[in-house]
């Protein structure tokens, strides 16, 4: 049977994550999800489909080894995931502090007259 409407394209594609869960439980190992989307990028639409998630255990001594997010290219940096979640935990403190810290009073300036 023949493809119905079917036609030839040209464009690109890649995959990428989208979403980054982590899991701090208590009393138990924290895990980190990754899920993934499929990105087509075609002369006339661009077409995004969740297709799927790959997942770590944390292991304080593992190693990362560092890429540069604009090339994927190894920077021959490394961090452990210890560190890794030290920084993730910093980011969560900073940000809940901002959250929770009222802003400072408006004190309205004295107009001159």
Known sequence: MADYKAQEISGSAWQRCYK???LNNRNSTPTITFDEQKVYLMPDREVVLNVDSCS???????????????TG???GAT?????????????????ATARDTPPAPFIQPNSPG
Not at 56 to 70: K, L, S
Not at 79 to 95: D, F, G, K, N, R
């Open 20 to 22: 980054v869960t982590v």
């Open 56 to 70: 770590a255990t944390f292991d304080p001594q593992g190693v990362i080894d560092v890429r540069n997010p604009e």
């Open 73 to 75: 290219e190894l920077t």
């Open 79 to 95: 961090v452990t995931q210890a560190e890794l979640y030290a920084i993730v935990y910093s980011l969560y403190i900073q940000t």
